[in-house]
């Protein structure tokens, strides 16, 4: 059985840091992608992060991309997201997820593991 469980949001002040983390288990053989969404209210889930799990190679999404950084912990199922110079709109549940799909990296639907999600709240 698959588990993902995110750890490490937190309320944090514009222009701050903050690490999350994804730790896994149960995952399947063929695993494709690891990926950050997130989720803010009143707004769909949206892509943020992935990374490739065969070889860790990362993808961002525009708005994050120079500021966030996802990484996996050599050959452990545990994957980060390094966030820095935060803002405002950064604020949201960020959630862990998993596929085995190739394509599509940033479309939610591909996605067949979910984790619980972590709230992450970036203040003025």
């Known amino acids: 059985q698959v588990q993902l469980v995110e750890s490490g949001g937190g309320l944090v002040q514009a222009g701050g840091s903050l690490t999350l983390s994804c730790a896994a288990s149960?995952?399947?053989?063929?695993?494709?992608?690891m990926s950050w969404f997130r989720q803010a209210p009143g707004k769909e889930r949206e892509f943020v992060a992935a990374i490739r799990w065969s070889d860790s190679v990362s993808d961002y999404a525009g708005s994050v991309r120079g500021r966030f950084a996802i990484t996996r912990a050599g050959t452990k199922d545990t994957v980060y997201l390094q966030m820095n110079s935060l803002k405002l709109e950064d604020t949201g549940v960020y959630y862990c997820?998993?596929?085995?799909?190739?394509?599509?990296?940033?479309?939610?639907?591909?996605?067949?593991?979910w984790g619980q999600g972590t709230q992450v709240t970036v203040s003025s």
């Open positions: 149960g995952l399947p053989n063929n695993m494709y992608h």
């Open positions: 997820a998993a596929k085995t799909t190739i394509l599509r990296v940033s479309l939610a639907s591909e996605y067949t593991y």
